[in-house]
């Protein structure tokens, strides 16, 4: 595994999720205005457009990113994701048909809430599969980022149980919104290296004392030069302890 290969997709991969988030708040804004204004309304379209690009780029940090770390939830998250978008994309169109045609197409609007429902199924388990990564994996990252990260993907996949609402979709755009500035947080990745795995270090042994075996070299009782190892004093007779 090469860290720098890693290190490189995600710095990546924040600075696109930066362009993403940015785009995607632009377009939330124009959108609403677009609502009573059309020029506006194209442009906030064309902002969707790129955004879709970027994602595709996006989708390509993760992969190889997941083919680096040999990673099961990077791996999945891209078929996942985009899966899931074009069947949510395909239900929402079926939906739209349905509901605002003028002949009775209910079958269309079954379908469609159908598909939506499946579409963000899978998204939700591409977010959680994202956070679940940044949770178990926070050595590869500094503290902050992988905690960015994490609780960016939080916000994403919630925001993807909120899409299958009409009301509460709207409150699930803001949190994705904030979801994709809290990813981008990767791109302070660069110029810094992936922490190393924590490995607790081996014990080392208690040195064993040496006991001292050396004998006086002088008799205690008289002071005469003794041989080393000898009991008494060849001088006095004493006995050497």
Known sequence: MSNTVVNNEFTV???????????????????????????IGIIA???????????????????R?????????????????????????????????????????WILVVIGVVLIIVGSILRFMAWGGL?????????????????????????????TILDMTIILSFIGEILRIIGYFRLAWTKNLVGGAVQP????????????????TATPKFCPSCGSSIVSGAKFCPNCGSEIN
Request: glycine share 8%; charged share 10%; net charge positive.
């Open 65 to 105: 990113a997941g083919k680096e770390l040999n990673n099961n939830e990077l791996l999945a998250f891209t078929p996942r994701f985009l899966i899931g978008t074009i069947i949510r994309f395909v239900g929402q169109v079926l939906w739209s048909i349905g509901w605002f045609s003028i002949v009775d197409l």
């Open 197 to 212: 795995i924590y490995q607790p270090a081996a014990p080392q042994p208690t040195p064993t004392p040496v006991s001292s």
């Open 13 to 39: 991969f924040g600075k696109r999720m930066n362009v993403i988030a940015i785009l995607t708040l632009l377009s939330f804004i124009l959108g609403i205005i677009g609502a009573f204004v059309a020029v």
């Open 131 to 159: 956070q679940t990564f940044f949770k178990t994996n926070s050595q590869l990252f500094p503290a902050d980022i992988s905690f960015k990260g994490a609780s960016g993907s939080k916000l994403c996949k919630i925001a």
């Open 45 to 63: 379209l064309v902002f969707s457009f790129i955004i879709i690009i970027y994602f595709l780029l996006v989708l390509g940090n993760i992969k």
